[in-house]
């Protein structure tokens, strides 16, 4: 098609731009060193000028409307087409003030923030993080379309297009009720489990246990790298390249196991896009919601399944020797599945981790919306997590600044890692119609599902989630899978 060939040479370009982006971001954060990361930052900077030059320049914006009105496309350059049309759009409103004042606001909120959390001073972060909600109000009223309701919509469609706050609302009321029920019984019973306490490991020997775990999901090392940094990532730099950043804490193995497997099941997907994704530019649409379906497939679905303990119990054995001689797999499997409400998101349990999510979407929701003043964000904030949690919140950096997003107006992200547990859920009983899935998880076998995968699920995930997902699992999201899960795992 003449126009998509006209458009090519802009598209090779960003991706271009994007991939240097990307190796810079990687050794940034984790092999520069500290003296060289001021120079290391101008550079990457100067490519996201070269990049926003690009999508502002009239050059591009003319061939992606060309492209965009141009008829007989097929399924997936129209998707193609659509996206692109959506950024130039959205862009156009703006104007380079505009998002100047704005760029501004969040690179003074983040590092107000970063000295706030350290001193635990919510006070001196409020007029930044009160600005920078203001500037999101006001170009979220630029962007409201039609099918907006609220402005948290608008919000939300940045990072889930076609996700509603009704749709959400919907979702996350009884997921919330369930749980609610559910996190006191599932305590009770947990009371007398055989729990094996955990032994400090070394470093360099979780440092063993990394690959291990990726050959057990069939990552295939020979396309991807390994490395560490203070907030684990990974990141889908092209086709042959897709790479992961872990952490280790010597006194609790389980982090780097999690992570590895979390930053490992997104890269089973960056590594199992078609071909034809990367011909027609489609990679990296997916949305956020249906990357973190991935990942925490193979963190939890997997990861923490009764079927799988006996092989990861294994590797440890292989790994760390010690007290894992002697531990039964039913002493494992207890052990990586703790409920225990806590303070931070990161580490929580499958149970608690949805009303972590649900707590701050409850509270970006009314702050978008106008129903919450961020200076009132700490009692609410505190509130919540006593009366779903139980917790009490000792200060506002374990509290409402623990999370780099808001700081960041990263607001409308967060339900993502929520319905990708959704979502998981009703993908594993899809999948269980064509594979004996249990049976596959206690011989270790996890070939078969990324197969599975890469056939039934990543070869559409360019395209819309409602979509998609009906694609996948032939009905729309349906949270009950997931609340029968969480039953079935924890109460039987
Ligand atoms: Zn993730």
Known sequence: MKEFEELKPFLLRKRELRHLSSIIYYDMQTRAPIDGLEDEADIWGGIDTQYNEIIKSPEYIKAVKDFAFAPGKDLQLQRLADLLLREVEDNERLTLKQLEEWNKAISESNSAWRQAKKTNDFQSWLPHFEKLVELKKGLLRIKKKDCHETLYDVALDEYEP??????????????????LELLPQVMK???????????????????????KLLELIHYDLSRGA?????????????????????????????????????????????????????????????????????????????????????????????????????????????????????????????????????????????????????????KKWNEKYKEYLGVDVPSDSLGCMQDTHWSEALFGYFPSYALGNLYGAQIMKAMEKDLDIKGLLAKGDLLPIRKWFAENDFAYDYLKPEDWIIKVTGEKLNPQYFIDYLKDKFLA
């Not at 076609?162 to 749980?179: N, R």
């Not at 009371?191 to 360099?204: F, G, Q």
């Not at 079927?307 to 001689?325: D, I, K, M, N, V």
């Open 226 to 378: 390994i490395a560490e940094s203070a907030h684990p990532f990974s990141d889908a730099l092209g086709i042959n390249d897709a790479r992961i950043t872990t952490e280790y804490d010597l006194e609790d193995y389980h982090g780097n196991l999690s992570t590895v497997l979390h930053e490992g099941g997104h890269c089973i997907q960056f590594q199992n896009w078609p071909k034809s994704h990367y011909d027609l530019f489609l990679e990296n649409y997916a949305t956020a919601a249906l990357c973190e379906t991935h990942s925490r497939f193979y963190e939890n679905l997997l990861g923490k399944s009764r079927e799988l303990a006996p092989r990861l119990l294994s590797l440890c054995r292989e790994t760390f020797g010690e007290e894992f001689l002697t531990m039964t797999e039913e002493q494992f499997y207890r052990g990586e599945n703790v409920v225990k409400p806590s303070l931070i998101r990161c580490d929580a349990d499958e149970l608690t981790y949805s009303l972590h999510i649900i707590i701050r979407y409850e509270l970006e929701r009314d702050l978008l919306n106008g129903d919450l003043e961020p200076k009132d964000l700490p």
């Open 189 to 211: 019973r947990q009371e007398n489990a055989d729990i094996p306490a955990v032994l400090p490991h070394s470093i360099d020997s979780q440092r063993h246990l990394t690959p």
């Open 162 to 179: 076609g996700e509603t706050q009704k749709q959400l609302d919907a979702v996350f009321g009884p997921l919330k009720k369930t749980l």
